[in-house]
């Protein structure tokens, strides 16, 4: 079974700075792209981007140039800096991986979901 572990969120000021992190662990053969999705009170559940296992990070038009996604694969990690941060970002943050436990089997699995607040 592959889980995965978010951390980072909490409440911060506009204009502020957050990193979230989320470690994937158990069985993994593999991991594909890795990615951060999030959902505000009241709306549905939107992209904020995701990265591939090699090539180039995608962004929500919303979050480019505030935010940027990394990953360390040696770690099963992947993260997400948040500069500039608005009251519209807040929302619960989930991560979500494309992961291969073993070579003949493949699924999508979610984070629990971390709640980031920007307020003053």
């Known amino acids: 079974q592959v889980q995965l572990a978010e951390s980072g969120g909490g409440l911060v000021q506009p204009g502020g700075s957050l990193r979230l992190s989320c470690a994937a662990s158990g069985n993994i053969f593999s991991i594909d792209a890795m990615g951060w999705y999030r959902q505000a009170p009241g709306k549905e559940r939107e992209l904020v981007a995701t990265?591939?296992?090699?090539?180039?990070?995608n962004y929500a038009d919303s979050v480019k140039g505030r935010f940027t996604v990394s990953r360390d694969s040696a770690k099963n990690t992947v993260y997400v800096q948040m500069n500039s941060l608005k009251p519209e970002d807040t929302a619960v943050y989930y991560c979500?991986?494309?992961?291969?436990?073993?070579?003949?089997?493949?699924?999508?699995?979610w984070g629990q979901g971390t709640l980031v607040t920007v307020s003053s």
């Open positions: 979500k991986a494309a992961v291969w436990p073993s070579i003949n089997s493949y699924r999508e699995v």
């Open positions: 990265i591939p296992k090699g090539g180039s990070a």
